[in-house]
């Protein structure tokens, strides 16, 4: 009678093969475009310092739209960094370290990434989430002059982030009793443009009439939340 052991785990993303462990992140990395990341990786249940010759570490990325490559391999003592400035060291290899650090991260560098070790004779791997975003860019204009009777308008222009969902709101500031209520009535919005670099721009118009929507002195906020912000971004104009 021969007995085969295997022992697997699914914990945080891992899966294991006899003793060897391959742990990656729970959360996704989180970066701005343009940081340097460091996606994680660490071997463990493999006696340290390890032997390099027995080691063989393979990262892939899976886009969002299902195709996969791979961005950096170590066989046979060699490092073959597919995707530019990506760098492991053998000190960290040999401590159990295969996490994989990043260079001026791109959105093209968002995705799910596989590292997947062989320790001779063991094998596992771990996936972890990379999401890369872009910081908005926002400019207010308006009318130059509402006069009574003359239906005007204010434009928020929100340019230039990643990813697509950006949430644009308005808020007034009445002078006359000192609150602050939202706005959302005659405020259009228009689809989300693409731009060549992979970023997105889009803009609301806040319609405004005068005398019976805002008086002079009130003061209107567009305000801008996006995923890539710790803080919501304001403009705002003051109607004269």
């Not at 791997?125 to 890369?132: E, G, I, P, R």
């Amino acid at each position: 009678t021969i007995v085969i052991t295997l022992f697997c785990s699914n914990f945080l993303g891992d899966f294991q093969v006899r003793w060897l462990r391959v742990t990656g992140k729970y959360v996704p990395t989180k970066a701005l475009r343009g940081e340097d990341v460091t996606i994680p990786c660490l071997l463990s249940g493999v006696p340290i310092p390890l032997n390099l010759e027995k080691l063989s570490v393979v990262w892939t990325l899976r886009l969002q739209n299902g195709t996969e490559r791979e961005v950096y391999g170590f066989r046979s003592s060699h490092h073959t960094p597919l995707r530019p400035g990506s760098h492991m060291y053998d000190k960290d290899l040999q401590q159990g370290n295969a996490s994989l650090s990043i260079p001026n991260i791109q959105i093209t560098d968002e995705g799910n990434y596989r590292c997947f070790v062989i320790f001779t004779p063991d094998s596992g791997s771990a996936t972890s989430t990379l999401q890369v975003s872009v910081k908005p860019q926002m400019a207010l204009s308006h009318d130059q002059q509402i006069e009574d009777g003359i239906t005007g308008s204010v434009r928020c222009e929100v340019s230039n982030f990643y990813p697509e969902a950006v949430k644009i709101r308005w808020v007034k500031s009445s002078k006359s009793n000192s609150r602050n209520s939202p706005w959302d009535k005659d405020v259009c919005f228009t689809t989300p443009l693409g731009n060549s670099d992979g970023t997105f721009n889009e803009t609301s118009v806040l319609t405004v009439e005068p005398t019976t929507d805002a008086e002079p002195g009130d003061v209107l906020f567009c305000i801008v939340s996006h995923r890539s912000l710790e803080e919501e971004m304001t403009l705002n104009v003051t109607m004269t």
